[in-house]
């Protein structure tokens, strides 16, 4: 949505900075594995290019043959056996080669879709192990954009570009060597007709880099735009907002158009210019080789023959190569995104962490907890509380007091600036995330499910839950009848086809933490997206299933947490009143006036 874009960070611009280099180089460092299928790739490619190069070399033999019978003193009767010999001989190479080639592509297409696979799974246990700020700092669209084009491009332009750069450099080498040894003044004449090009190209690469990285990264913001309108269309056609909308997806699409257009054209000019050079070097071939033919005789006509057809080999690979390093240019660009995020500051590593809470009672204590996003802006100043097992709890303040990003300490989606979380008595810190996730069963005001069954999404990594276990906690939410009605039951599949209102797909995340069966529970809003009836109905059965579980309630309709045993009184990170409803009511405070303002006539 307009302006959405402004309100976080933008992407990183480290990946501009990068060198073309450079990024290869880590893309190299991280085929390590695969050198050994490169190598063998290498030697298919250097002998049929070997074979490619002694061709032409055979094919001149065959013209001085030919030409030697009608010279001079000759029997004018061409050698057939000889020529059949030769013609032989060049079969078999190229059939040889052809082989060769085929087996240098295979390794090279199998090297290249195992290395981007292995870049789309470092990037998913990537995603897993960055802090929730990082994301918290990132368009999800330019995240996504890494994932799937930033990597395509990868996978595309390394199948384009490794085999043939590799080869064609071999053949350019190669061809070189065979001129010189056939005469140095020919061979120096192709090489003069292809510096020219060859300088053209170089400088179009050099100068084109900026324009490829710029590229990935509009084709990034592009996604990033597109997944944040989509994801908030209703509020779009609300507000009425369609038309600014359009113009900054127009902005940034043409933004994404002109450096696409520069870096296709540049990509596109690459091969004219080369078959610029090489037919300027059969004519430079045809009029140097004329004057020697005249000074040295008919005999000169086959290495004619030989030279016409090493220009074309020779300027060949340089129009590939330049075509290749053009399309690395796109990679590099990529890389140097895909990179930067698998570079990213991980989580620190648990794996020395041997203490596991088991049988956990539900004990939690607030030492002096002192949290910011933003070091240099606290949330959370110092706060502290003890909180016994069984207990439920409610925290409530105004907007900004820090009630959800309590939850998120606890629960240690952020870790603490200074102070302690202990449960049971030991500290959060001294246990693996994982064993805290495994403590807490959470509902959060913004549901999420996956496209799958009903009862897939209610048994979400639960596999020992049975399908009656499901059955009863669906209808301890009160969801079952509403399931029943659908045309598959638990079995029916959520997609764009099943119209779930938001309450009812809060019902079923309700239902789902009932199922996962933890000793501890989290609600951050979660009756939020349901009517007063259902409210009541579900309050019930919540409050059966925190019966014996410590329980922490975030709510703003103070009326649902009347019931609570203690009732924690947030502002500005600090707690300014705590008792339960009835305590607080009778001080008069803050909490009293915030409950009163719920009721007071408008």
Known sequence: MPGMMNMKNRPSEKAKKGTFLKSLGKLLVFCKRYWGWIILSMIFGAVAVVFQIIGPNKIGDIANIISGAFMPGGSGVIDIGAVTEIAIFLVCIYVAGAILSYFQHY???TVTQKTVQRLRQGISRKINKLPLNYFDTHLHGDILSRVTNDVDTIGQSLNQSIGGLISNTIMFVGVLIMMFVIDWIMALTVIGTTIIGFSFSLIFMIKSQKYF????????????????????HNVVQLFNAEESTGKEFKRINKKLYNTGWKSQFISGVMMPIMNFVGNFGYVAVCIVGAVLAAQRGVSYYGTIVQFMIYVRLFTNPLSQIAQSLTSLQSASAACGRVFEFLEEKELADESNKTKVLTNVKGDVEFNHVKFGYNPNRIIIKDFS?????????AIVGPTGAGKTTLVNLLMRFYELNAGDIKIDGVSTQDITRENV???????????????GTIKENLRYNNKN????????????????????????????VIDDAVNLSAGQKQLLTIARTMIANRPMIILDEATS?????????????????????????????????????????????????KGNHEQLLAKGGFYADLYNSQFEEI
């Open 213 to 232: 990285n710029q590229n990935q990264k509009n084709l990034g913001d592009l996604n990033a735009h597109i997944e944040e309108t989509y994801a908030g």
């Open 107 to 109: 390794i090279t297409a």
């Open 465 to 492: 839950v049975t399908d009656k276990q499901i059955v009863e906690a669906c209808k301890h939410v009160g969801v079952d009848h509403f399931i029943q009605t659908l045309s598959k039951g638990y079995d029916t």
């Open 437 to 451: 996730h495994e403590l807490f069963g959470m509902v959060l005001q913004d549901t999420w499910l996956f496209e």
């Open 529 to 577: 997206s349901v009517d007063t009836r259902t409210e009541i109905l579900l309050q019930q059965a919540m409050d059966k299933a925190m019966e014996g579980r410590t329980s922490f309630i975030i709510a703003h309709r103070l009326s649902t947490i009347k019931n609570a045993d203690m009732i924690l009184v947030l502002k500005d990170g600090d707690i300014i009143e």
């Open 385 to 393: 509380a003890n909180i016994k097992a069984g207990q439920k709890i």
